[in-house]
């Protein structure tokens, strides 16, 4: 007789597992696979069939916990334990070099993590620990806003955290690492640049980052003057095509040592002050319904007045999102724009018809990317057929590419991604 295991996680955990249950004749895993972990307490209902429920993180685990006691399910979760803590701490310490003196951490047992803090010989004076296995009700918004209150009391230099990822329409950001360059002018002046490479996007690293500046951009500019920024400019495009976070990063350096050499700041190398401020905008992720719209409402009782929502995966849901967040916004008397994120997400008739039913009940301050990249003829259909200013960054790698947008007509708005 098989056991039947539900197992609930993202994609490529639940890959692993079906592989390491392969061969196994008695076990048949029945899989459910989520884009962000509350979804798990929905996917739960669907797997009543099933003899025993295991979730590959404590996260999904603690969304479906309290269906779990109601139905007395048998369920159990792989947990954060001290080898998993230790083994990611341990290479935080010896491989990256990093002083594990000033950081958070969320975990579901916190005596897991002291028992490793004693084992790696760690002082616990700065480390900050939230245990969150005990709470009734698990939430997630509780959990960052520990973090960033540590971080905004300048208590802490990273964190260690038990959540997954950041979503968009293309791909969920686990982690990203950036690479930070350092000019040196013969003069001793320092300047910094960095670099924040997506490999989704731009197909670069922080690590392609650092080998193309150390076999490429560097020899082909060492011995240069700072401020011959068009010769630096051609001399980094002859070296290597491409690379424009690694070119990116070089630039800023090097403006930011030109204006300590001569004394003033960058934005007077550049053409003078056009503004002394910029709005900020607060970007709401690709999370359910409610999660996004509490994180919206949270941010604009904070001040925020432009809010950005990442769509592009379920037109039904970005409309029902979009007129929530609307009428909230109408009913408190605030002023607060709304700008929508596709990253690509849409097809070109979906695009179409989820902003003119948008537009319907009120204005867009603007539509991002809502297509792939290459697709020109259909931004330009687009444009064509509503009137919210469509946005593009994604289709614009250059200069040329800019020029050729504005002929051909397929943006009201260009957000370059970085090019040199």
Same mark, same amino acid.
């Given at each position: 007789m098989k056991i039947h295991i539900a197992l609930f996680g993202l994609e490529q955990s639940?890959?692993?597992?079906?592989?390491?249950?392969?061969?196994?004749?008695?076990?048949?895993?029945?899989?459910?696979?989520?884009?962000?972990? %509350? %979804?798990?307490k929905e996917l739960l209902s669907q797997a009543y069939m099933c003899d025993v429920f295991l979730f590959t993180g404590p996260l999904p685990y603690l969304y479906a916990k309290e269906e779990i006691e109601k139905k007395r399910l048998p369920a159990v979760h792989v947990s954060f334990d001290e080898f998993m803590v230790s083994t990611a701490l341990f290479r935080l310490k010896n491989e990256d070099g990093r002083d594990l003196d000033r950081m958070s951490i969320d975990i579901m047992d916190e005596d897991t993590i002291r028992a490793v803090l004693t084992e790696l010989e760690i002082s616990d004076r700065d480390?900050?620990?939230?245990?969150?296995?005990?709470?009734? #009700?698990?939430?997630?918004?509780?959990l960052i806003e520990f973090h960033l209150t540590k971080w905004k009391e300048k208590k802490i230099d990273f964190v260690f955290t038990s959540i997954g990822e950041w979503k968009i329409s293309l791909y969920a950001a686990k982690t990203r690492?950036? #690479?930070?360059?350092?000019?040196?002018?013969?003069?001793?002046?320092?300047g910094f640049g960095e670099a924040s490479p997506s490999p989704a996007f731009m197909g670069e690293t922080a690590d392609t980052v650092k080998l193309v500046t150390d076999l490429y951009l560097a020899p082909a500019v060492v011995g240069l003057p700072v401020s011959a920024l068009s010769l630096i400019h051609e001399r980094m495009n002859q070296a290597i095509y491409?690379?424009?976070?690694?070119?990116?990063?070089?630039?800023?350096?090097?403006?930011? #040592?030109?204006?300590?050499?001569?004394?003033?700041?960058?934005? %007077?190398?550049?053409?003078?002050?056009?503004?002394?401020?910029?709005?900020?905008?607060?970007?709401?992720?690709?999370?359910?319904?409610?999660? #996004?719209?509490?994180?919206?409402?949270?941010?604009?009782?904070?001040?925020? *007045?432009?809010?950005?929502?990442?769509?592009?995966?379920?037109?039904?849901?970005?409309?029902e999102l979009v007129n929530l967040i609307r009428k909230a916004v109408d009913d408190s008397g605030k002023d607060v724009k709304i700008?929508?994120?596709? *990253?690509?997400?849409?097809?070109?008739?979906?695009?179409?018809?989820?902003?003119?039913e948008l537009e319907e009940d009120g204005e867009l301050e603007s539509v991002e990317q809502p297509v792939r990249k290459w697709n020109v003829f259909g931004l330009k259909e687009i444009c064509e057929?509503?009137?919210?200013?469509?946005?593009?960054? %994604?289709?614009?790698?250059?200069l040329e590419d800019v020029t050729n947008a504005i002929k051909i007509g397929i943006a009201d708005i260009i957000n370059p991604e970085l090019f040199i």
């Open positions: 639940v890959n692993r597992m079906i592989q390491f249950a392969e061969g196994k004749g008695d076990i048949e895993i029945v899989p459910f696979v989520y884009r962000q972990a %509350e %979804e798990a480390i900050y620990t939230y245990g969150y296995g005990q709470e009734k #009700a698990f939430d997630v918004n509780r690492r950036h #690479a930070v360059l350092e000019v040196i002018t013969e003069d001793g002046v320092r491409g690379n424009s976070a690694a070119k990116s990063a070089l630039d800023i350096a090097v403006h930011d #040592a030109w204006g300590k050499t001569v004394k003033q700041p960058v934005y %007077e190398l550049v053409g003078g002050l056009y503004r002394k401020k910029v709005p900020l905008t607060y970007v709401v992720g690709m999370k359910n319904t409610k999660n #996004a719209y509490d994180e919206a409402m949270k941010r604009i009782d904070e001040g925020f *007045n432009v809010i950005k929502i990442k769509v592009g995966q379920d037109p039904k849901r970005d409309v700008r929508l994120d596709a *990253n690509q997400g849409y097809d070109v008739p979906t695009a179409i018809r989820v902003i003119r057929k509503v009137k919210t200013p469509l946005m593009i960054d %994604e289709t614009v790698f250059g």
